[in-house]
């Protein structure tokens, strides 16, 4: 048994979204102990650009005439999506950075996306268990002076949910950066309201994803 889990926040000594995704995972491996996780940390070790360049160009190539950055990104590519596929279970810890999805999430995601088991017409993904953990320094939600301004978790939502098929169930934490934006100190109440919530959503997560995880394996 497998359980993948991918970070993308580029600050791991104070992550709220690492934070969070260890009470995903420790409620997965409380119930599935033997498992194996398989960490992917992308901040840690990002994926380039110009990788998915040469996955994408490598695709239209004939493989006796690909380019040597052809074949090695064709063949991530392929490793990439064998981490996804194989796993029972998947976790992904991706904050909002400056009101979009993580660089180094986008560039992973699109690399992948270039294997033709997880691409539009491939269904290895469809139904697997999975758990989205973002977080957000301010609060964009309805009724906010920047409500709209998240344009990360529509998106993660949109390609893990929709195009992916995964079985998705998304934790959020709002105001993370209160306590260090002295503009946000008004909401230290909320914050710690909201961060308490996050919390038992994740713990409760880990959970729904070991019981899934039991009734696929019944």
């Not at 580029?10 to 979204?17: D, R």
């Not at 560039?107 to 270039?114: E, Q, R």
């Not at 105001?175 to 008004?186: C, E, I, K, S, Y």
């Amino acid at each position: 048994m497998t359980f993948f889990r991918l970070d993308a926040s580029i600050l791991p000594a104070t992550s709220a979204s690492r934070a969070l995704g260890d009470r995903v995972e420790q409620e997965w491996t409380a119930a599935h102990p033997d498992s194996t996780v398989v960490r992917r940390d992308i901040a840690a070790d990002p994926i380039s650009a110009e990788v998915w360049r040469a996955a994408v160009t490598g695709g239209f190539t004939p493989e006796d005439e690909r380019s040597p950055e052809q074949r090695d990104a064709r063949a991530l590519a392929t490793a990439l999506a064998d981490e996804l596929i194989s796993a029972d279970a998947l976790l992904f810890d991706v904050p909002l950075y400056n009101y979009g999805p993580s660089q180094h999430f986008k560039t992973w995601f699109d690399v992948a996306y270039t294997d033709p088991r997880i691409d539009p017409q491939g269904t290895a993904l469809q139904g697997k268990p999975a758990t989205l953990i973002t977080v957000i320094g301010g609060n964009y939600g309805p009724g906010t002076p920047k409500e709209g301004w998240d344009h990360s978790t529509p998106w993660l939502r949109r390609v893990l949910e929709d195009v992916w098929g995964l079985d998705l169930r998304i934790v959020e934490r709002p105001f993370t950066l209160v306590g260090v934006n002295p503009a946000l100190d008004d909401f230290a109440d909320l914050a710690a309201s909201l961060k308490e919530q996050a919390e038992q959503d994740a713990t409760r997560s880990g959970r729904e994803l070991a019981e899934l995880r039991e009734q696929r394996s019944a």
